[in-house]
């Protein structure tokens, strides 16, 4: 079945570091790919997405890799800072034939800690 | 902009009763969303609207209803509350299938 899953449940970085928060997924389907950030008792929050004919995006301070052969996404954060903890979320968006909408399947989550 | 906004915050009902969540947004986004999350998972889909009018069952759409009688407005009906319905539930909408989703920011539901 389809699932989006984490290698890590709990990341603990040292501030000013760089963090690597990686997902697998496997569906082939998937057209395009994006990470959350949810902070303790919010909603999930855009951090950066990926269309499946990229292999690598750069936002501000993230930077997500797509490797599609081995169905792998990675979410990477330049000098990680005390306000970057929180749990990641990838999720991965699988169409929907003949309804033209989409299926959002989130993988379980990583909880990322930074250490002063 | 309010972006998308959720009521209750918060809700305790008692098995057998029955509720509505309240969901809106201010974007003029056609696609609309609820979601379920559970203690250490991610989010779950349960239905989805891709217009007004238009409305289709996710992964987990059991005990759970919805309407889109307008663009802004997309309610989630609990039928008869059970226990394996406490959660918190978020709303998202975006643009079009396909782009970022905009999360509002939840309703934790208990039910006893």
């Known amino acids: 079945g389809e699932s989006v899953g984490l290698h890590l449940p709990t990341l603990s970085v040292q501030e000013g570091d760089n963090s690597i928060i990686n997902c697998a997924y496997s569906n082939s389907a998937s057209d395009y790919f994006i990470w959350y950030k949810q902070e303790s008792g919010k909603g999930p929050q855009f951090i950066i997405d990926i269309r499946s004919n990229m292999d690598k995006r750069q936002g501000q301070r993230v930077t997500v890799l797509l490797n599609k052969t081995v169905k792998h996404l990675s979410l990477q954060i330049a000098a990680t800072q005390p306000g970057d903890s929180a749990v990641y979320f990838c999720a991965e968006n699988i169409p929907l034939r003949g309804q033209g909408a989409q299926k959002l399947v989130f993988g379980q989550g990583t909880r990322l800690t930074i250490n002063p | 902009n309010a972006g998308v906004t959720q009521t209750p915050k918060f809700q305790v009902l008692k098995t057998g009763q029955s509720m509505t969540l309240q969901c809106a947004q201010d974007m003029n986004h056609e696609y609309m969303s609820w979601y379920r999350q559970d203690p250490g998972m991610g989010l779950r889909l349960i239905h989805y609207?891709?217009?007004?009018?238009?409305?289709d069952q996710g992964e987990v759409p059991n005990g759970y209803n919805v309407s889109r009688s307008t663009t802004e407005d997309f309610p989630l009906r609990l039928l008869s509350a059970a226990p394996s319905q406490t959660s918190v539930y978020f709303c998202?909408?975006?643009?079009?299938?396909?782009?970022?989703?905009?999360f509002g920011p939840g309703t934790r539901l208990t039910v006893t």
């Open positions: 609207s891709v217009g007004a009018g238009i409305t």
């Open positions: 998202a909408s975006s643009y079009a299938p396909a782009y970022e989703q905009y």
